[in-house]
Every structure is written in structure tokens, then in C-alpha cells.
């Protein structure tokens, strides 16, 4: 099967659209159609029996994607199902996630890939990819059988969760991963001098007593890895980057025209160490939070596109897990429903970026990158399109997430930016 | 209602220097207590405190007991062997269920930094930190400050270096916070693999020679190496700890004046201290010990409510 699509024409009136991925940026209709885009810009007439979505003075944009979830399914279906991961999604604006196969079993062979994939489908909330993990059982020894797995529908590969520690293991897979054009994406930890961490070293960590994660830690693995893609020529992907050191090694690989793409997570482009204070364990998360100076050149690499995508990690744990000893506590915060509110107030209404850039950064880029369909209105492309308001105030209620978690540093803040109406293949799965 | 340090002990970095005078003024007049052959004032009458262990503790632990029951009060000592701990139950769980047993008071020792605090946002009884990770020890800090005051009166520009395993200590955090806040210069001295790298941020002098500590400080308080640094590959043996960072009696000779020397215990004689400064006439590590019961009754006097004022009629068994 595939993912549902709507059965009625839905015409989308007056927004302004703006879609990177054809230089577009005007007021005009959208008309969906049979699960695809029929026609965008201009005046359009409503066709018989057509759904209308007044859009005037909201931005309609190519459905923004997050290539980096957590869904927990297969596992831990009570922190999170695929279904109530999707359904997060498009109550954040989000039409389609790319799932990370830290799952139990770990989504290393094509009957994983395959369920996660179906879950996807049978919810018909957002559009599911799954990743495989880059080695059996994510242990770091054995490729995992990725040729199979992309037949199956994963469209990407990564340990996420862990470091491949072997730099061996890490180039073949980026040798072997180019004949199937999939990015190898990598969790940059170099255990070694991490392990036990539980927050960024620094000045805050030398106030709690915490043992703390430098930031060379992360940075020792993005130089390995955008060295090894220069070797190999393979596609390395570096996820969740939080620091000013990995902002710089990743600009001086793309200098060098090294096949390296990076993502940023909403919460380091935000937050500080400072949340921590208190042992804050919603703002426990690894990569942890780093310091002002971090913030910025992050914000930076966004704005001058070093850093390439705009994702969540949408990690759910149960409030139970999180309710406990700050060294104890899992890593991660839940993030789906929060990132276009943070992105729009941290980014495009301090003046970092522009309405186009993040809507690159949340959709057309993601597509692109991680070679997915979507991310653009030309017309023939997928129906999947997210309405906001740039400039609506909303406060952040962790208990009406969609999704079952509620491990957010994020709940009563107020952001400017919000999700109106989620559309998925033509439907309206979400509106405010 | 909240006494002058309000419901919770949880460390010397939320109290102000009132607040640690106030502690400090308080436990003069309760140390003479323990000097009777009848050791007990009725002041904590009908209290009832939990000593709640989840981290090996002799001195901390009988020096709290001793504070409790020399106030009258009823005390339940709880180790983590032996209790449901050891069978996973967590540490919210396990105050929710403390707390309905309605009690007033509970002392923690804890191997997670922040676990005081913690447990304090979840209950409503009195929360004193008998040591959470390597975060603070505030008792100790108290007890190190009540030691140096004896001596020196006020703290004001005086000169204090912690020896040792900064990183891994709350003791150090505790002493760095109190020093500084009652206007003492504070330095640390120890291997650079054991001072966190943001120290100096904290306010305080880093030495990387005992030698310069020695030569800068009034007092020293040596920090316990525990053999598990080693083990962990933060230096390279013991030995060559006790050469370059020891606090030997030849090095002490060489002060421009007579520095006071402090441990928190327990010692590692011949490794971070030697036996002829330890048992020497500039050592107050026992005056450390003795004080230590008397801060405790402070503490547990004022979180209860106790007025500062009546202290000393507290002494006599009227308050």
C-alpha cells in the first residue's frame, strides 16, 4: 500500500507561497489533486466539488520534512508509536519524518524497515522514512544489510544514538553506501572522552558538580568523518551539531567541496547550558546544550548555510524516566510540535534568516538532501504543503502535544510562528 | 513555617553570608552540649528526622546521628543495602513513601549530583544535603568554616587553598562557594586532570605547585585522593601524587608562616597527607570532627524553626 491521498480537489486560496525550490515568492492559489500538486501560483478557479482553504495572510509553503525522529516503535510503543510520532508531526507543520532506527530491534534489516514504513502508512499522518542502522544490532561490527534495507524504503543509515566508533567500518560504509545514493549520517561522539558526561563541560558543569561532554568530543568525529567522505567520496550526513568548533570544520570541508551535509536541532539553536541550572533534566540532551557563543555560530551556519537542514531529534521518554536523578535521566526532548515556533522566533524574527531560507531549511533542503519527494509545489510534485502563520503567538502547553511525550524545556514559552493547516498527499491531516 | 534558612539545607551556594553566620553563630552555643557528661537538650522533642544513605558514609552519617539525638530527636537510619533501593525503587518513590509516614526531616547522602535538591522539590518535610555527587557537601563546608573561625575570627582576606581531587569533590564546591562568600581568598592546588577546566571562572586561584599554595595560603584543606582516580587514569600512580602534591612536613617548613591544616577525612596518609602533619601541632582535623556535630545541630535547629536568638536558651533545655 501506499500513503492515503486525498479523494477531493483542495484548492488553497490567496497564501503567499513561497517555495525555494523554484524561486518562488508571491500570493497566489495552490490546487491539489490525486495526491499531487495540479497547479500553484496565480489565480486559480475553484473546480467543482473543491475543497478551499482560505489562506490570505498566512505563508503556504512545500510541506516541511524532519529527517531526524525518534518514533520508538518497534519497543517502546508506550513512549511513542509511529502513529503518535506522525500524528506530532503534523500537528507541528511537519508532513514527513525520517525515523532513526534506534528502535527495539534495532531497524537493521528489511523486515524493520518495512513495519516501520507500514506503520507509516496505516496512520496517514505524516509520510514515515525509515532509516537503517549503519552495523548489525548498531554495535559498530558488522555492516547491516543496507542494499536490502533501501529495496524495503529506508532512504538513509545511521548508528544515531551512538558514534560508529571504527573509522573503518565508517569509510566502508560510505563506500558502500554510494552505489545506492543514500547518506551515511552520524552521530559524532567520540566515547572516549564523553562517556559518563551528562552536560556540556563548562563553567555550568563546573557549578553542579556534573560530569561534563566537551565539545571536542563532537568535533573530533566531525573532522574524521568529512576527511573520510573527501577519501571515500560518500555522502557523510552529520546530525545534531552543536558547537562552534563543528560549524567551522563542516564550512571548511564544503570549501573544499567535500560531499558533507549538517543539521541543526531546534534546541541548540534557543537554549543554553544556563537551562541546566536547577538539574533541569528536560534540558538534558546529547549533544548537550552548549554555551551563547555556540548559540550563535549555529545560528550563523544557518544563515549562511553551512548548516544545512533545520531538524528536532524529537526524542519522547516517558515522564517517569525523566523524573529523576540528573545523571540517571535519558537524553532528549520531544520536538516536533515546538520547531517551527522556535525557528521562527530564535531565527527569522531576530533577522538571522528569511521566510525563505526557513522554509528551505525545513523542507526544500531536506528533500534534496536526503534525495526524498517532496519539498517543492511545481506542479506534478506531492500534495504535501504546510500553511502557517509566521506571526502568531502561541504558549507552548506540553499536556495537548499530539505526541505521548511531554518532555519538553520549552512548556510555557511563548513563541511567534505556528502551524495552521498540515496537508499530507492532498488531505488535511492537521489544522490549529 | 520556613526558619532563617528557609525549608531546605541543599548547599552553600543559595545561602547568603547572613545565612552562614547565622549557622555558624548558632553552633557555638550547641558545641558546649557535647562537652557535658549528660549530652541531650529536649529541643528537637517529638521530631522525627530520616537518615537517608544511599552512599557508604561512617563519619557523616554518626556525626548527623549524634547532632539528632543530642537534640532529643527520634532518628531512622535507612542504607541503601538493605532497603528497597536495592530492589529499584526510585528515589521519588522513595520519598513520596517517607513522606507519608509523616516525617520532619530527612538527611541525604546521595552518589548523583542534584539528588537533594530533587528529593527537596517533591516533599514537604526539611531537606538537609549530607553530600549529593560531587556537587556540595554543605555541612562539611560549614564545619571546615566554624574550624577556621576558631582560629582566625574573621574570614575576611584570609588566605584558603583546597589540595587535591577538585573535580570529583563536593567538599571543594561547598568550601569555594562558603569561602568566597564570607570574603576569604580561595585557592586551589591539585594535578590539572582533577580541577575542572572552568575553575577559575569560579572565582578561585589555580596553583600547579604545592610548593606556591604553601607559600600563598593561611590555611590548607587537603582533599582525600581517592584510589579510584588512579584506577581511572586521571594520574599516574599514588606515588608520584605524594611527591609532587603531597602536604609533607619538609614543604610545610618552608611557609612564611604557620598555615592550618584541614581534612575532611578519611585520610590517605602518605598520600595526599603525611602522618607528622596530620598528627602535628598545626593540624585541627579532629577540631573538624568535633565541629561537625555541633553545625549539625544548627542546622537541624534552625530548619525547625528554631529562633537564633534562643539558641543559647536552647543550650540549657528552655527553648
Known amino acids: ?432 | 513555617m520556613p526558619g532563617p534558612l528557609g525549608k531546605d539545607l541543599l548547599g552553600l551556594a543559595p545561602l547568603s553570608a547572613d545565612q552562614i553566620r547565622l549557622v555558624l553563630d548558632t553552633a557555638v552555643p550547641f558545641r558546649e552540649i557535647s562537652e557535658r557528661t549528660i549530652k541531650k537538650v529536649p529541643t528537637l522533642r517529638g521530631a522525627t528526622i530520616v537518615n537517608l544513605f544511599f552512599e557508604a558514609s561512617t563519619r557523616t552519617r554518626i556525626s548527623f546521628e549524634f547532632a539528632e539525638k543530642r537534640l532529643s530527636a527520634d532518628t531512622v537510619n535507612v542504607a541503601a543495602a538493605g532497603s528497597s533501593v536495592s530492589k529499584g525503587e526510585t528515589l521519588v518513590d522513595t520519598a513520596r513513601n517517607l513522606e507519608a509516614m509523616k516525617i520532619d526531616m530527612v538527611v541525604i547522602r546521595h552518589s548523583a549530583s542534584g539528588a537533594a535538591r530533587f528529593l527537596a522539590e517533591r516533599i514537604e518535610s526539611n531537606v538537609i544535603n549530607a553530600g549529593d555527587g560531587t556537587n556540595e557537601h554543605p555541612t562539611q563546608g560549614l564545619l571546615d568554616m566554624l574550624t577556621l573561625r576558631d582560629r582566625f575570627g574573621d574570614l575576611a582576606g584570609r588566605k584558603i587553598c583546597i589540595v587535591g581531587d577538585v573535580l570529583h569533590s563536593r567538599v571543594a564546591r561547598s568550601n569555594i562557594w562558603g569561602l568566597t562568600k564570607l570574603g576569604a581568598e580561595v585557592a586551589v592546588c591539585g594535578p590539572r586532570s582533577l580541577l575542572p577546566n572552568a575553575i577559575e571562572e569560579m572565582g578561585v586561584t589555580v596553583f600547579d605547585r604545592i610548593e606556591q599554595a604553601i607559600e600563598w595560603a593561611d590555611a590548607l584543606n587537603v582533599l582525600r585522593l581517592q584510589l579510584e582516580r588512579m584506577q581511572a587514569g586521571y594520574i599516574p600512580s599514588l606515588r608520584e601524587y605524594n611527591r609532587v602534591f603531597g602536604v609533607t612536613s619538609a614543604r610545610l617548613e618552608q611557609a612564611p608562616r604557620d598555615l592550618l591544616i584541614l581534612h575532611p577525612g578519611p585520610m590517605n596518609r602518605g598520600v595526599e597527607i603525611d602522618s607528622d602533619v596530620a598528627d602535628g601541632p598545626h593540624s585541627v582535623i579532629l577540631d573538624q570532627v568535633t565541629n561537625g556535630v555541633a553545625v549539625r545541630m544548627a542546622v537541624l535547629y534552625l530548619l525547625a524553626g528554631g529562633k537564633p536568638e534562643l539558641a543559647e536558651a536552647a543550650k540549657k533545655g528552655n527553648a
Not at chain 1, 255 to 264: D, F, H, K, P, Y
Not at chain 1, 291 to 313: K, N, Y
Not at chain 1, 407 to 418: A, E, R, S, V
Not at chain 1, 421 to 431: A, D, E, K, Q, W
Request: glycine share 12%.
Open chain 1, 1 to 432: 500500500m501506499a500513503h492515503p491521498i486525498g479523494t477531493r480537489d483542495l484548492l488553497i486560496k490567496g497564501g503567499r507561497i513561497i517555495d525555494p525550490s523554484q524561486g518562488l515568492d508571491a500570493v497566489g492559489d495552490v490546487l491539489l489533486r490525486n495526491g499531487q500538486v495540479e497547479a500553484c501560483g496565480g489565480s486559480l478557479g475553484t473546480p467543482d466539488g473543491a475543497e478551499v482553504i482560505d489562506a490570505t495572510g498566512l505563508v503556504v509553503a512545500p510541506g516541511f520534512i524532519d529527517v531526524h525522529v525518534h518514533l520508538r516503535e518497534p519497543g517502546r510503543e508506550d513512549v511513542e508509536t509511529v502513529a503518535s510520532g506522525a500524528h506530532s508531526a503534523v500537528a507541528g507543520g511537519i508532513t514527513a519524518v525520517c525515523g532513526m532506527p534506534n528502535t527495539k530491534p534495532v531497524t537493521d534489516n528489511q523486515a524493520v524497515v518495512s513495519f516501520v514504513k507500514r506503520q507509516g502508512e496505516n496512520a496517514g499522518y505524516a509520510r514515515v522514512y525509515p532509516y537503517g542502522a549503519i552495523s548489525v544490532g548498531q554495535k559498530g561490527e558488522t555492516l547491516a544489510e543496507i542494499a536490502e534495507m533501501v529495496g524495503a524504503g529506508a532512504v538513509a543509515f545511521s548508528d544515531d544514538g551512538k558514534p560508529v566508533e571504527s573509522a573503518q567500518l565508517m569509510r566502508t560504509a560510505l563506500e558502500y553506501a554510494r552505489a545506492f545514493n543514500v547518506p551515511i549520517a552520524e552521530h559524532c561522539e567520540d566515547m572516549t572522552l564523553a562517556r559518563g558526561g551528562s552536560m556540556n563541560e563548562g563553567i555550568m558543569s563546573a557549578k553542579l558538580g556534573l560530569k561534563g561532554i566537551p565539545a571536542e568530543a563532537e568535533e573530533i568525529y566531525v573532522i574524521r568523518d568529512i576527511l573520510l567522505a573527501k577519501r571515500t567520496g560518500g555522502h557523510i550526513h552529520l546530525c545534531h551539531l552543536s558547537t562552534k568548533g563543528s560549524v567551522e570544520l563542516v564550512r571548511w570541508g564544503k570549501e573544499r567541496g567535500i560531499n558533507v551535509t549538517a543539521e541543526v536541532c531546534s534546541h541548540h539553536i534557543s537554549l543554553t547550558e544556563d537551562a541546566v541550572d536547577g538539574y533541569n533534566t528536560n534540558a538534558k540532551m546529547n549533544p548537550p546544550l552548549r554555551t551563547a557563543e555556540d548559540v550563535e555560530a549555529l545560528q550563523q551556519g544557518v544563515a549562511d548555510g553551512t548548516i544545512d537542514l533545520l531538524v528536532t531529534d524529537h526524542a519522547p521518554h516517558h515522564y517517569d524516566e525523566k523524573e529523576r536523578e540528573f545523571a540517571d535521566a535519558p537524553n532528549g526532548i520531544v520536538g516536533l510540535e515546538t520547531a517551527l515556533g522556535v525557528n521562527c522566533t530564535y531565527l527569522l524574527h531576530r533577522g538571522i534568516i528569511t521566510l525563505s531560507q526557513l522554509v528551505d531549511a525545513m523542507s526544500c533542503k531536506q528533500a534534496k538532501i536526503f534525495r526524498l519527494p517532496g519539498g517543492s509545489l511545481a506542479r506534478g510534485g506531492l500534495a504535501d504543503v504546510t500553511i502557517f502563520d509566521p506571526n502568531r503567538q502561541w504558549t507552548c502547553d506540553p499536556t495537548r502535544f499530539k505526541s505521548k511525550g511531554r518532555n519538553t524545556p520549552y512548556g510555557g514559552h511563548t513563541f511567534t510562528g505556528q502551524a495552521l493547516h498540515t496537508i499530507v498527499g492532498g488531505r488535511l491531516v492537521f489544522s490549529a
